[in-house]
């Protein structure tokens, strides 16, 4: 099945979300098990003033989603999620915004590497839908 992106482009990042779909072998037995890839390019701070955003790539972070970790996001109102790299740690949070929305934040495993953007009630929707769809997919379950 081909794999799409669902994209945030705001001006303090952008977001990327992206399923990889589970493994099998020649015999149609699971192999290993796919994620969700959240990868956030923070935005540039030396481009404030332009209209149009741009964003720093280079200092991207990539956070995989597995099964537990989608359970979190999808069900519950906001979420702290930890993983540990051969590099170091990383984390991911999802988090009410003050007034409105929600703010999801990324830290890789350099003090350097964060990143956040701001969601809309009605994109965090968006999101949490596209997750409920991938659950099956990286799990395996899909004809």
């Known amino acids: 099945m081909p794999n799409g992106q669902m994209d945030f482009y705001k001006k303090s990042g952008a977001l990327q979300i992206q399923i990889i779909d589970a493994k099998f072998n020649a015999k149609g037995f699971l192999e290993k098990t796919g994620a969700v890839l959240i990868t956030l390019g923070p935005g540039d701070p030396d481009n404030k003033t332009a209209e149009t955003p741009t964003y720093m790539w280079d200092k991207k972070i990539t956070f995989a989603l597995g099964q537990p970790d989608l359970t979190a996001i999808i069900w519950g109102p ?65 004809a």
Not at 78 to 83: G, Y
Not at 118 to 127: A, C, G, K, P, R
């Open 78 to 142: 906001e979420c702290k999620l930890f993983h540990k790299t051969p590099n170091g740690n990383k984390s991911l949070s999802i988090a009410p915004g003050k007034d409105s929305g929600w703010q999801v934040a990324l830290s890789g495993v350099n003090k350097e590497e964060r990143g956040f953007v701001f969601l809309s009630d009605n994109e965090m929707e968006s999101l949490r839908f596209i997750l409920r769809e991938a659950f099956p997919r990286i799990l395996g379950f899909t």
